[in-house]
């Protein structure tokens, strides 16, 4: 079936740093790719998203590239903020029509 | 637009009771997903719901059921309480079923804290 890897956290940074947060996939066809953010206490939030291969997803200062051929989808940032402190959750919608998350990276940015 | 409301924000219960919990989505939504949320396992998908039929549903026992009303309102139903039922379950909306149209937006409630002792 469908699966999300991300790269296991806990990331500290500092601010102004710059921020990579890995993402691989598995899955039939062509899923779509996502981001979450949840905050504390929240619910998740979209972040951002790709639909098709080489699409690049943006928000806020973040992106994140759709790359088939490594079935891939990285997140960055090039200078966090301490509001960027959450846990992110790389996402797909594949051919079984469900959304399937990973495990979630806990991301603390210090002043 | 209010966005989506999960009530109650937090549940203890014991072994063994039953549970109910509730998700209003955003107005105009017709697509309600729930989602259990662990330390660890994650998130994982319990079921969808587009006008009041499940659509979708994934690999939990027949203890959890939900349905969904006319106006797009949804609840969820534990039955018998284990233990490890004890979690964030977390409600999402969209304009359009997971996977379909143009991939509408996941719009997530607040969630919904239960324990189970």
């Known amino acids: 079936g469908d699966s999300v890897t991300q790269m296991e956290g806990p990331v500290t940074l500092s601010e102004e740093a710059c921020l990579t947060i890995n993402c691989t996939y598995t899955a039939t066809g062509y899923p779509s790719l996502f981001w979450y953010v949840q905050y504390p206490g929240e619910g998740l939030q979209l972040l951002l998203k790709?639909?098709?291969?080489?699409d690049k997803g943006s928000n806020k200062g973040f992106e994140a590239t759709y790359r088939k051929e490594t079935t891939s989808f990285h997140l960055e940032k090039g200078s966090v903020q301490v509001s960027d402190s959450a846990v992110y959750f790389c996402a797909l919608i594949g051919s079984n029509y469900k959304l399937t998350f990973g495990k979630g990276t806990l991301l603390t940015v210090n002043p | 637009k209010a966005g989506v409301t999960q009530t109650p924000r937090y549940l203890i219960k014991t072994r063994g009771q039953q549970v109910t919990l509730s998700c209003s989505p955003i107005?105009?939504?017709?697509?309600v997903s729930w989602y259990q949320q662990t330390p660890g396992q994650g998130l994982q998908f319990l079921f969808e719901y587009f006008s009041e039929t499940q659509r979708n549903k994934g690999n939990f026992p027949g203890r959890f059921s939900g349905r969904q009303f006319s106006n797009s309102r949804s609840e969820m139903n534990v039955s018998t309480l284990e233990l490890g039922d004890s979690a964030l379950y977390l409600c999402a909306s969209s304009q359009t079923p997971t996977g379909e149209g143009n991939n509408s937006p996941l719009h997530f409630g607040n969630g919904t804290r239960l324990t189970v002792t």
């Open positions: 790709a639909t098709k291969a080489d």
């Open positions: 107005s105009g939504h017709r697509s």
